[in-house]
């Protein structure tokens, strides 16, 4: 294992940028130590850390914070060279690879939490077309990225496998919680094949949050949004 004792992840067990740099420390062989974080309450170490968003991950190598978790990724991809790269070898599939990593923070990721946030059956419906809409165009990154082998990345897990199947648990959990499937086989069959392959790899299952924790996890919001809208009365 590369730079043991050197390096601290601040996560949550249920936050999927957190698992996002898990799953990148795990296929990079890297060992680390895990400091879980109480968003609700947050510590000196996150804020001193991360005094810009105060948000989960931060990695800490060599006492020296990284933050944004795909800057971590790439950072971790950079300092353990030596395990095979996540990030694509040319700088075409690099930038390919960059874009539709940042289409799935800036698009899917609210999509997806509109969903849980719905407070109506209705509004729940609406929320599930647009995270729909956002999760096709995928299809044909899958197709063109990975050369119709089983990942983005081609033969193995890669920068954009992980950049997208972090949020996969949070599918599940949103299943469970209401029933939706987000990435439907009707639509996507190709990106339905790719997740139900990817949760099955062994990155994918060490940083899995349990289902448990996303559902609690996922009470305390939707009651603390409850109580904000009903104050905003
Ligand atoms: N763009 C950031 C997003 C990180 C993020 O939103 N983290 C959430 C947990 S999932 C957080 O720390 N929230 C605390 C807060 O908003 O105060 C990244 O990729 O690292």
């Avoid at 509004?123 to 956002?134: I, S």
């Avoid at 949760?199 to 899995?208: F, L, R």
Wanted: glycine share 8%.
């Amino acid at each position: 294992m590369a730079g043991e004792g050197d390096v601290k992840l601040l996560g949550t067990v249920v936050s999927p940028f957190a698992v996002r740099v898990r799953m990148a420390l795990h296929l990079k062989g890297v060992s680390y130590e895990y400091l879980e974080q109480d968003l609700f309450d947050k510590g000196e170490l996150l804020l001193a850390s991360n005094p810009v968003h105060k948000k989960v991950p931060v990695l800490i190598h060599a006492g020296r914070p990284v933050c944004e978790s795909l800057a971590i990724v790439e950072y971790v991809d950079e300092v353990w060279a030596g395990a095979a790269s996540l990030l694509p070898a040319d700088p075409y599939g690099r930038a390919v690879a960059r874009f539709w990593a940042a289409y799935l923070d800036d698009k899917l990721f609210p999509a997806w939490i509109g969903i849980l946030r719905a407070a109506t059956e209705e509004d729940r419906a609406e929320k599930l077309d647009a995270a729909l809409a956002v999760v096709e165009p995928m299809e044909d990154a899958l197709v063109q990225c990975s050369g119709g082998k089983d990942y983005f990345a081609g033969d193995s897990v890669g920068y954009l496998d992980i950049a997208l199947g972090c949020n996969l648990f949070w599918f599940e959990a949103l299943h469970e919680m209401f029933g939706v499937t987000v990435i439907d086989a009707g639509r996507t069959p190709c990106l339905a094949t790719w997740a139900e392959r990817f949760v099955e790899t062994e990155a994918a299952k060490k940083a899995a949050p349990p289902m448990k924790s996303m559902v609690d996890y996922a009470g305390k919001l939707r009651s603390m949004w409850a109580a904000a809208a009903a104050a905003a009365k």
